[in-house]
């Protein structure tokens, strides 16, 4: 079936990068996009690659390579508000709802 | 602007009580709207999705049903809840199945 793959758990300090991974298991997305959630809120929509390359939105930028399948999330600048669990979402091909990874529950520390 | 309403915001109820939790989503006509469910410290599990009224699909098999009786309301139910039920339902919607999704703030319903 379709399923993403990404980290569980990233830590970083406050202020640095972090990248968060995502790649597929099947070439049957053509589209990926990142939510971000705190805890006890729901997800927000934080960005979508309909094309590979990168977009980029204030401190996130999100990658998409659909020949690698592979995208990741770069957060810059990291805040403690940061502090969240992000999931990567692919759209699949045909006219079926988003596919969402476990997560990746990241803790930005002083 | 499109507003989503989902309530409501917590719930406690005994185990072999019926449920309903409902959504309505403003400011937009024929929407795909979605519930999931999300246990503590997990992944979002996609439970039912619909594109028009009347038109439901059901992605798990369980004791849960969902309705869409109007355009814009989307609705989950459940005859006889299990502890199993237990858990954060989030209801969405976007205009197209594969982008832009918009959840609701939630509703963490616990089974005792």
């Known amino acids: 079936g379709q399923s993403l793959e990404q980290p569980s758990e990233v830590t970083a300090v406050e202020g640095a990068i972090v990248q968060i991974n995502c790649t597929y298991q099947t070439s049957g997305f053509y589209g990926l996009s990142w939510y971000q959630q705190h805890d006890g809120g729901a997800p927000t929509f934080l960005s979508y690659n309909a094309l590979d390359g990168l977009e980029e939105t204030g401190r996130f930028s999100s990658f998409l390579s659909r020949s690698d399948s592979y995208g990741y999330l770069l957060l810059q600048e990291l805040q403690m508000k940061d502090s969240a669990s992000y999931f990567c979402?692919?759209?699949?091909?045909?006219?079926?709802?988003?596919?969402f990874g476990k997560g990746t529950r990241l803790s930005v520390i002083a | 602007s499109q507003t989503i309403h989902q309530w409501p915001a917590t719930l406690v109820q005994p185990v072999g009580s019926p449920l309903s939790l409902e959504c309505t989503v403003e400011g937009t006509s024929n929407p795909n709207l979605y519930w999931y469910r999300q246990a503590a410290g997990r992944g979002l599990q996609l439970l039912f999705y619909?594109?028009?009224?009347?038109?439901i699909s059901s992605e798990v098999p369980q004791n849960l049903s969902a309705s869409r009786p109007q355009d814009r309301q989307f609705i989950l139910s459940s005859k006889k809840l299990l502890l199993s039920d237990s858990g954060f339902y989030l209801c969405a919607w976007s205009q197209t199945l594969g982008y832009g999704y918009t959840f609701g703030s939630g509703t963490r319903l616990t089974v005792v």
């Open positions: 619909s594109v028009g009224i009347g038109q």
């Open positions: 979402a692919g759209t699949p091909s045909g006219n079926t709802p988003l596919v």
